[in-house]
């Protein structure tokens, strides 16, 4: 339920933030019921912003009167450069190291004190991974989270402890000092390796990506299984593949007036595709 701030109201944006929020990969479809108690919001209160919400296309109503998240929530998302713009540069490289370790390959940036992932690449024979694409894991418990951390001061650590790591296995960081450990092995050797963190037949490995400003703005990562010495083939390949999007992400940020600015203007950070097709958005900047 939407919290109040001390003499602030609860904000109609933060209310329908909540029903919005009240659907995930396991309550895809809900009735108005079902989203009156998972948003905690009173049942007339939930039909009057459920009706609005199926007006602007946010949530959309079945024949079977239950409801689902609208199109129109993915048409904003692809508007969203630290999300789907991302994931448009990055897909190569994502493509290139599944291609060669063979088992799940993801991307995932911070999202509050917990790694948001946009992309998953994955082959049936592969071990077991918790991720889904738009599901979130907390920044402590996950390799791209450790990535992430690597760029963040002591204080915000702190308060990813705070907030509370799941617990997945025994080896999942639960205090400061074991999360510190772990950050600071990044921050030593430029990469993670989350031995058994979320499922213990699992390894997660992850490199940073670094944004036009020079933090880390994702990261890079796969699954694979557990137990065996690191694969340093695989550190170098997911290292090498994080440095070129980091590459890329910088050519994509540079001034469109810029000489050796790329085709494309600022539709840059959004597509990621042929030449002609960047030409040809360029000439649209002005539309």
């Avoid at 994502?94 to 940036?109: A, K, P």
């Avoid at 702190?158 to 450990?181: C, K, M, S």
């Amino acid at each position: 339920m939407p919290t109040q701030r001390q003499g602030t109201p609860v904000s109609v944006l933060s209310r329908q933030l909540s029903i919005l929020d009240a659907f995930d990969a396991g309550a895809a479809f809900l009735t108005l019921s079902e989203i009156a108690q998972r948003s905690g919001l009173p049942m007339t209160t939930t039909h009057r912003l459920v009706n609005e919400l199926v007006d602007e296309r946010l949530l959309e109503r079945l024949p079977d009167r239950s409801y689902q998240l609208g199109l129109r929530l993915w048409e904003l998302a692809a508007r969203t450069p630290r999300a789907m713009g991302l994931r448009e540069i990055a897909y190569p490289m994502v493509q290139l190291v599944q291609n060669q370790v063979r088992q799940h390959t993801q991307l995932g940036v911070e999202g509050g004190h917990d790694v948001v992932y946009l992309e998953r690449m994955s082959r049936p024979n592969a071990v077991v991974n918790a991720t889904i694409v738009g599901g979130r894991i907390s920044l402590g418990a996950s390799a791209i989270g450790h990535v992430l951390l690597s760029d963040r001061p002591r204080a915000f650590l702190e308060e990813v402890v705070d907030a509370g790591i799941r617990r997945y296995t025994e080896n999942t960081p639960q205090t400061l000092d074991e999360l510190l450990e772990v950050v600071d092995r990044v921050r030593e050797v430029g990469y993670s390796v989350a031995e058994g963190f979320i499922h213990p037949a699992a390894r997660g490995m992850a490199a940073p990506i670094y944004g036009p400003d020079g933090r880390v703005l994702a990261g890079l990562g796969v699954v694979v299984p557990s137990g065996e010495p690191v694969n340093m083939r695989i550190v170098e390949l997911l290292r090498n593949a994080a440095r070129g999007v980091s590459q890329q992400m910088r050519a994509a940020y540079i001034d469109p007036d810029h000489p050796h600015a790329l085709p494309g203007t600022k539709f840059r950070v959004l597509i990621n595709s042929s030449k002609s097709s960047m030409e040809y958005f360029g000439t649209r900047v002005h539309e």
